[in-house]
């Protein structure tokens, strides 16, 4: 089992940064992929970016591409989002997941965090 927490969301201006790290815990020999998923308020759960977890390959959606890089430190078992230029449609609840296949599926990921709330002002 692997135990995954975020940190970093918050309120942000529009055009502003917010770096969000997901630290990981128990059985993280098991982790291939980590991945980044977003929910806005009324929509579905969508793909925001995910990392191999030997740094070496990455994904990112087209909504963020070119404005946020994921990272990931394997000796602090952490992945990190860096977000910037935010715009108001990035608000939502900003999860990190670690799965066995680097992708931009839900399903192919089966450790889950709590959550963090990313709030992005006009």
């Known amino acids: 089992q692997v135990q995954l927490v975020e940190s970093g969301g918050g309120l942000v201006q529009a055009g502003g940064s917010l770096r969000l790290s997901c630290a990981a815990s128990?059985?993280?020999?098991?982790?291939?992929?980590m991945g980044w998923f977003r929910q806005a308020p009324g929509k579905e759960r969508e793909f925001v970016s995910a990392?191999?977890?030997?740094?070496?390959?990455?994904l990112y959606a087209d909504s963020v591409r070119g404005r946020f890089t994921i990272s990931r430190d394997n000796a602090k078992n952490t992945m990190y989002l860096q977000m910037n230029v935010l715009k108001p449609e990035d608000t939502g609840v900003y999860y990190c997941?670690?799965?066995?296949?680097?992708?931009?599926?839900?399903?192919?990921?089966?450790?889950w965090g709590p959550g963090t709330q990313v709030t992005v002002s006009s």
């Open positions: 990392i191999a977890w030997s740094g070496r390959s990455t």
């Open positions: 128990g059985r993280t020999f098991s982790i291939n992929a």
């Open positions: 997941a670690a799965g066995v296949v680097l992708s931009g599926t839900e399903s192919r990921y089966n450790s």
